[in-house]
Each structure stands twice: as C-alpha cells, then as structure tokens.
C-alpha cells in the first residue's frame, strides 16, 4: 500500500470510492466541485498494489470570521470497506498534516467524532469560541494546530467553502 498526494489519474478511482463508502453521490459530487472551482487544497489517496485507490482524505481552505488565515478543513475522508478498522484513515489524515504543516497552513478542523479525532490531537473547537453553520455541531467541531500562534485573536465563525452548503 502506498500513501501520497493524490495526482490527475487518481480521479475516478476517489470518486468511486466515495460514492462507495458514504452509499450516496454528496461526497463524490462535492469532492468533484471542489476540485473544479480550485478549491482542494490537498488530497491524500491510499492506494493498493494495483494502484487502486482505497483510501482518500481531503482538505480545503475555510475562513474565520470571513479571514484567510491559512485553515483547512478536513472533509470528506473515507476507507474502503475491508480495510476499516486497521489504522488507514490515521495515517491518511496524519500524511495530509503533515504536509500543510510543510506548506505553511496555520490549523485544521473537522465535524466528527470527538472520541475518534481526540485520539489523533484534535480539541473542542467550542473551548475557543469557534463555530460553523451546522447545527448542533457544537460536540464535533474540532481543531488542531499547526502553528502554535494559530488561534491568537481568533474566534467566531469557520466558514466552508460554498460547495459545502449543499450538504
């Protein structure tokens, strides 16, 4: 298995691992619109020894309180079924951090299982007063930093790009 930046020929491969993993074409179709609007900032795949993708983890900017302060989100992740449950998403997820923190971005945040990104150093977005339009989303907003400096005068709104209003 090899882990990497996602390159042109992997494409519809994620795409059908998307539509795949979540049983409906949001995620496909939102992954797809990001890419075309210049949106995806980062896209790690997983692939297996025949170059089948079998693992993916996007990250595409948002802003806080309508600044670009060099923020990603973390959206959407998936594993191909027979191999949940071993450790991929973690590695796809800790690949993708570690190269925005190359590139310079600031903080990543994500909508999901506290318990799950709690693990990986993820923190309640809530504790420093940052939020996104999702209701009750309060429990699985969450952060991590990439430089330490990240959240100095920062709180309020974490706005999605606008393919995310679909959802």
Known sequence: ???????????????????????????????????????????????????????????????????????????PIAVEASLRRQGLAEKLIYEGLDSLNEFGYAAVVVLGSPSYYGRLGFKSAISQQLHCRWPDSQTSFQYYLLDPMALSDVSGLVEYSPPFERL
């Open 1 to 75: 298995m090899l882990i990497r930046v996602e390159i042109p020929v992997d494409a519809a491969g994620i795409d059908s691992l998307l539509r795949q993993s979540f049983g409906r074409d949001d995620e496909a179709d939102l992954v797809q619109q990001l890419r075309e609007d210049g949106l995806l900032t980062l896209g790690i795949v997983a692939t297996d020894d025949e170059g089948g993708v079998v693992g993916y983890a996007a990250f595409t900017p948002v802003y806080v309180q309508g600044e670009d302060r060099q923020w990603v989100a973390l959206a």
